[in-house]
């Protein structure tokens, strides 16, 4: 077999990254581990997203310490499924994604527009053929 690993990056600077064209591109390169978009969202959109994802039935995920927060269906919870039931399951959660961010706030819609200001590029969400 002819494997290719990637070496371990360091990251040593971690200081605050604001969205950039120089940033992105780092962060597709591995060499930031984020980036952070300062006053993205205001506290109350940031409540009601939360709440949203309550109403859903969403909170910590406790499968792993630290807890991870997250909204989506993860592989190893559903391998003694079939593919088809796996794939189903991710419509159903589709749907609870879509009902989360449609009473939260645009932040999807906010951050494409950000992308397309800040980097000079075009930006747009793929969108799954059912």
């Not at 591109?25 to 940031?46: T, V």
């Not at 859903?56 to 993860?74: D, L």
Request: with cysteine; hydrophobic share 40%.
């Amino acid at each position: 077999m002819n494997i290719k690993v990637q070496a371990n990056i360091s990251w040593s600077d971690l200081v605050e990254n604001g969205l950039t064209k120089n940033s992105f591109d780092q962060l597709l390169g591995g060499q930031i581990p984020y980036i952070q978009i300062a006053n993205f969202a205001s506290h109350e959109e940031c409540d009601a997203l939360v709440a949203s994802a309550v109403k859903e039935g969403f909170g910590p995920y406790r499968g792993v310490e630290p807890v991870i927060n997250r909204i989506g269906n993860t592989i190893f919870e559903y391998s003694g499924i079939s593919r088809h039931e796996y794939f189903q399951k991710n419509v159903e959660l589709s749907r609870a994604q879509r009902r989360i961010f449609d009473s939260s706030f645009g932040h999807l819609e906010r951050f494409i527009s950000l992308l397309r200001q800040k980097l000079q590029r075009s930006a747009c969400v793929a969108k799954n053929i059912m």
